[in-house]
């Protein structure tokens, strides 16, 4: 028998598919509906026990072997029933919602089981490391039923464990690397993510991932490193090289969509392994220690959620568009990206970045709203001294005045990344964003050591900040910082790239006797 499970977020399209194959029958479950309208109407009553869970649809599907027919026993239907039951009871689902459809399109017979994840008593069923427990499950039923075994199509090409890692397993209770980055992997892309999806997953649970990608955005392979040990795809198996994840895992993979990010994925991950690097990114998001002028109290979580009300609406499922539209068009670091938005300093809305703007005691009174196109607007100010700012940690000494978000997060990262060397002794600096002049705490600035207006001079913003801020610096962009900051990054890379080529070269020069 072969098991796949899939969560989602929408019962209706869920129902929808499998109520609308041909020769689909409903043959059963724990619900009264009959009609995909019937049963998600049913849902919804539940889900209210949970409103604010996203993923609440599970949706399962088991299939005999070709050769094998459950119609073949008589009651076929209550004999599928009956392996629903226990499997779904198996996997922690005896105080929910679900339902049991029939499909007899396909030389496999199967059925399908959409359930809630919602308990009926409010609990949650924990998905974590379902897969494993299905398989386990499924296992079992074979041995009840005295079902053939059937290996899914990409287990063929899992290579299998070694004699010395059975060996270790055995005698010590422990997985190889190799075992543990295919289990993992298996874990992963039970949803069939997206290839930046998959990546970025395998981080979160520790696994360095690189992909080889041409300048095209084609593949030149994977490879993974845990713990210390580097295995390449192929060294899984054929099912966990780059297009075996596609062929095989479900992986979907679009050049021009994911490759962008996919890099910018490495980098981060590259940062985060060289020490010191992921600790530049370590910002003072919440404004207790800003300056003893102004005592200033972090927002509680329900001040927090009553400040957000007045903010553009929201979209948590757009965050990973918008993260990658900034992570792409930017180039800023996803790790900066996640922090101002796991602080509510940035999140999406309505498909656009929103950009909070905020008094030093951290009320959020407005928002800049910025479109695909690189325009902003911003929402209706409640507060004259509002900006979007970030801080470095530490007393602040400083302060660096641009005219917009994403001016003000470029010149940290530009400033960050020349001062590596000297990070020690940088002073702590606030960074601002502004619309009009008036926004500006100006009697934190009168008492800061330094103030620069990093903002074009001839501009009308920029004579307005310096008509407040009279001792401040005027300094002046080319064309933009973020432009710079891109050339920085540009430059970097082709500067990575040219060493590897010098190594490569001196390494052929090399002969051995």
């Known amino acids: 028998m072969i098991g796949k499970q899939i969560k989602g977020t929408g019962f209706r399209g869920c129902l929808n598919y499998v109520l609308g194959k041909k020769d689909a029958a409903l043959i059963g479950g724990t619900m009264c509906g009959q009609t995909p309208e019937e049963l998600a109407a049913e849902f919804a009553i539940a889900r209210q026990l949970r409103p604010n869970l996203k993923v609440a649809v599970f949706h399962a599907t088991l299939s005999v072997a070709s050769t094998e027919k459950l119609e073949d026993f008589e009651e076929n239907d209550q004999r599928w029933l009956t392996i629903a039951a226990n499997y779904m009871k198996a996997m922690e689902f005896d105080n929910n919602q679900y339902a049991v459809v029939k499909h007899s399109d396909t030389d496999h017979d199967h059925i399908h089981i959409v359930a809630s994840r919602i308990r009926l008593d409010g609990g949650v069923v924990d998905d974590s490391w379902d897969y494993?427990?299905?398989?386990?499950?499924?296992?079992?039923?074979?041995?009840?039923?005295?079902?053939?075994?059937?290996t899914p199509s990409w287990e063929t090409?899992?290579?299998?464990?070694?004699?010395?890692?059975?060996?270790?397993?055995?005698?010590?209770?422990?997985?190889?690397v190799r075992v543990q980055l295919q289990d993992l992997i298996d874990e992963v892309t039970q949803d069939n993510p997206t290839m930046p999806e998959f990546v970025e997953r395998l981080q979160q649970q520790g696994v360095e991932v690189q992909v080889g990608l041409t300048r095209n955005g084609f593949s030149k392979g994977i490879s993974y490193n845990l713990d210390?040990?580097?295995?390449?795809?192929?060294?899984?198996?054929?099912?966990?090289?780059?297009?075996?994840?596609?062929?095989?895992?479900?992986?979907?993979?679009?050049q021009q969509r994911d490759s962008a990010l996919i890099e910018a994925l490495m980098q981060s991950q590259h940062l985060a392994s060289v020490p010191g690097e992921a600790e530049k990114y370590e910002l003072e998001l919440q404004p207790s220690e800003l300056a003893e002028t102004a005592p200033l109290t972090p927002a509680t979580a329900n001040e927090l959620e009553l400040q957000l009300s007045i903010l553009p609406e929201r979209n948590e499922t757009q965050w990973v568009r918008v993260r990658s539209h900034l992570a792409v068009e930017y180039s800023f670091p996803l790790e900066l990206l996640n922090l101002l938005h796991s602080h509510s300093w940035l999140y999406a809305g309505s498909e656009k970045a929103v950009f909070t703007a905020r008094t030093l005691e951290g009320e959020a009174s407005f928002a800049f709203v910025l479109d695909e196109r690189g325009n902003f607007t911003t929402t209706h100010p409640l507060s004259s001294e509002a900006v979007f700012w970030v801080a470095t940690t530490g007393e602040i000494e400083r302060a660096v005045i641009a005219c917009n978000p994403i001016e003000a997060l470029s010149i940290l990262l530009i400033e960050q990344e020349n001062s590596q060397e000297n990070s020690a002794t940088a002073p702590a600096t606030i960074y601002l964003g502004i619309?009009?002049?008036?926004?500006?705490?100006?009697?934190?600035?009168?008492?800061?050591?330094?103030?620069i207006i990093a903002i074009a001079e001839n501009s009308q913003l920029a004579r307005n900040a310096s008509e407040l801020l009279p001792d401040a610096e005027l300094v002046s962009p080319q064309s933009s910082w973020n432009d710079t900051w891109i050339q920085l990054i540009e430059l970097e890379q082709q500067t990575n790239q040219q060493n590897n080529q010098q190594y490569k070269q001196h390494s052929q020069d090399i002969e051995l006797d």
């Open 157 to 176: 090409d899992k290579r299998a464990p070694t004699t010395g890692e059975r060996r270790q397993l055995k005698s010590k209770g422990n997985k190889s």
């Open 132 to 150: 494993y427990k299905s398989q386990e499950t499924i296992r079992q039923l074979e041995r009840n039923y005295s079902l053939e075994t059937v």
């Open 435 to 451: 619309e009009r002049a008036s926004q500006l705490p100006i009697e934190l600035l009168q008492e800061l050591d330094s103030v």
């Open 228 to 254: 210390g040990v580097a295995l390449s795809g192929s060294q899984l198996g054929k099912a966990y090289t780059f297009y075996g994840l596609q062929k095989h895992r479900g992986i979907s993979y679009d």
